[in-house]
C-alpha cells in the first residue's frame, strides 16, 4: 500500500521546515542534528525526518536523494513536492486524481477506508494533517498540460503544409506540389516520384492523377 506511515504533531511548520531546508547547505546526512541546527530543537521536530523518507527526499539513513536536490532550485521546489506527495500518497491519489484538493475531513474518511483498521483515528487524523498542510505548501499547477498544448502548437506551426485553406483557384494541371480544389479547400500533394529514366513511367503517373483528381 502506498502510503506513509510517517506525520508530524506540528502540521503548521510544515511551510518553516522546508523553507529551512531551502536556505541550507544540504547536508551529507540529514539528521536530528541537523534538525537542530536549522532552528528545530523540539523532540516533535524531529517527526519531520520521516517525512522527508517517506517522501524519497532522504534514503533509509537520511542521505539526501535526488529529489532534494531538486527541491532546492527554487523556481521547481513546490512542483518537486507536488510530485513528491503524489507518489507517496498514490493510493489516496488513486481514488481521485485531484486528492489535493481534498478538504481535511474527506482525507480522514478516505484513510480510515485505505488503512482498513490498521490505524488508529489518532494516527489517521496526525496523517490527514500532515497531507493537508503538505498539499497547501506544494504547486498542483498543471505544468505539463501547458507545455504539452505549447509543443502541439508550435508542432503546427512548423508544418503548415498540412493546414487547410479556402481557395477557388481550379486544377488544371498537376505537377509536383500540386493544388487541387476540393469542397472549397485547397490541398497541397506531395508526389514522391520513382528513381527511374524512362519517361513514360512519369506521364503515366500524372495520366493517372488527372483522371482521378480532375
Not at 51 to 78: A, E, H, V
Not at 129 to 153: G, H, I, M, N
Amino acid at each position: 500500500m502506498a502510503l506513509p506511515d510517517s506525520y508530524t504533531l506540528k502540521p503548521n511548520s510544515i511551510p518553516a521546515y522546508f523553507d529551512a531546508i531551502l536556505d541550507a547547505q544540504p547536508p551529507e546526512r540529514f539528521s536530528v542534528k541537523f534538525i537542530e541546527r536549522l532552528g528545530f530543537t523540539s523532540t516533535n521536530d524531529r517527526l519531520f525526518l520521516g517525512i522527508l523518507k517517506d517522501l524519497g527526499f532522504l534514503n533509509r539513513d537520511g542521505t539526501p536523494q535526488p529529489r532534494y536536490f531538486n527541491f532546492m532550485d527554487r523556481t521547481q521546489s513546490k512542483l518537486v513536492l507536488a510530485e513528491s506527495i503524489r507518489e507517496a500518497f498514490s493510493d489516496l491519489f488513486a481514488i481521485n486524481t485531484k486528492a489535493n484538493d481534498f478538504k481535511i475531513e474527506d482525507v480522514r474518511n478516505k484513510l480510515r477506508t485505505l488503512y482498513a483498521g490498521k490505524k488508529s483515528d489518532i494516527v489517521i487524523n496526525n496523517v490527514a494533517s500532515t497531507f493537508r498542510a503538505l498539499c497547501d505548501y506544494a504547486d498542483f499547477s498543471p505544468v505539463q498540460a501547458t507545455e504539452t498544448v505549447q509543443s502541439q502548437k508550435s508542432a503546427d506551426t512548423a508544418n503548415p503544409i498540412q493546414s487547410q485553406t479556402p481557395t477557388r483557384t481550379p486544377a488544371d494541371s498537376l505537377p509536383m506540389g500540386a493544388k487541387v480544389q476540393v469542397s472549397g479547400l485547397q490541398y497541397h500533394i506531395n508526389i514522391v516520384l520513382p528513381d527511374t529514366r524512362d519517361q513514360a513511367v512519369y506521364d503515366a503517373i500524372f495520366k493517372s492523377l488527372r483522371d482521378h483528381l480532375a
